[in-house]
C-alpha cells in the first residue's frame, strides 16, 4: 500500500483526499464516498451517495472542523475508511440519508425539501479486498501531462478489488457479494473551478478486464492524461487519450462519449460510454465560478466489447 499520509504544502486548499467506489450489477446498486482533509485549513469534508435499484438515490454530505486526521480511522461527521493489513479496507456509514426519487434532485433539496422522497436511517459496511497492485498515475505520466494534472493534485494512486458487506437504508436490506469496486488516494492542491473539465471512468468488465481513463481537457487543447487498463491481473498505463465524441446537456451534464486511448504496449482503443442516472455537485471559489463535479454510474463498451459498466465522472466548469 502507497503512504496514506503526506506533509502538506503552504497552501490552504492543499488536500489530502480518499475516494472509493462499487457497483453491484446484479441489483442494480452502487455508490461512492469521498473523504478530503484541507490541514491547513484545519477542515474535512465528506459525501456518501448510494444509487438504489428502484432508480432513486440517497446522499449524506458533511463538512467539519478536523485536526490531525488519523490513519487508523479516516473520520468525518459519519462517514469512515479505515486501513487494514494487507491492503484491505473497511468503509462505515451510520447515520441518516436523504432521499430523492431523481438523482439529478438530490443537491437541491435542502433548499427545496419537497424534491426529497424521505429521510432515513442507513447503515453501511463494506469490505475492499485488492486484486490488482496499487497504480500511480503520474509515475506513467509525461511532463506535460504531469504539470497541468497538478490542477487536480501531485499524487494520484488507484486499486481495484472486490467489494463485500450489507447496505441497511429505509427498512431495506442489501447484501453486497463479490462485487467490482475500486479505491483512489490524492494529495496537492485541487484546483475545482480552474479546469475546463475533466473526465474520470472506473470502468469495470470482469476480474481480468478493467479500464480506468482520466483526463484533464483545457480550452487552449491541452489534454492531461492518466490512468491504466487493467488485463489479467497486470496494470498496463494509458499514454494518451483523444476525446473523439462528448456530448452534454444543460451545459455540464453528461451524455454519452467516445475515447480513444493508446496503452504503453502501443495498442490503440477505443472507449464508448453513456451515462446513466446522475448526482451534480456544484464547487464554488471566491470569485464566484462555479464547477459541477458529476457523479454517475453509466454502461461501457471497449473495442467492440459490451457489458462495461462503473462509475462516469465529469467536473466542468460553467460558462459565465
Known sequence: MEPLKHSPKNHDEWNESYYFVFY???????GMTRLGFKPNKKEGMTFLFLFLPDGSAAGYQAVEETGDYMMQDLRVGHVAHKPLPRGVWKYFFEGRMIAAKNPLDLPRTRENPSLASGVFPARLELSFTPISEVYEYSAHMTPESRELGKKSGDEHWEQIGIVDGQ??????????????????????????TSVDYWLYYVVWFSRDLAVNPAAIIMDD???????????????IPIERIRVLEQEFRDEVLPVCSRLEFFDSLGRRHVLEARAGPMIPVPFTDSRGNVSILVQSFGSFKLDGLEGGYGSFETLRRKRK
Open 167 to 192: 447496505i441497511h437504508i429505509g427498512g431495506e436490506t442489501y447484501r453486497v457479494e463479490q462485487s467490482m469496486g475500486q479505491r483512489d488516494h490524492t494529495h496537492g492542491v485541487r484546483e475545482w
Open 221 to 235: 487543447g491541452r489534454v492531461s492524461t492518466g490512468g491504466f487498463l487493467f488485463e489479467k491481473g497486470r496494470n
Open 24 to 30: 453491484d450489477a446484479k441489483q442494480r446498486l452502487g
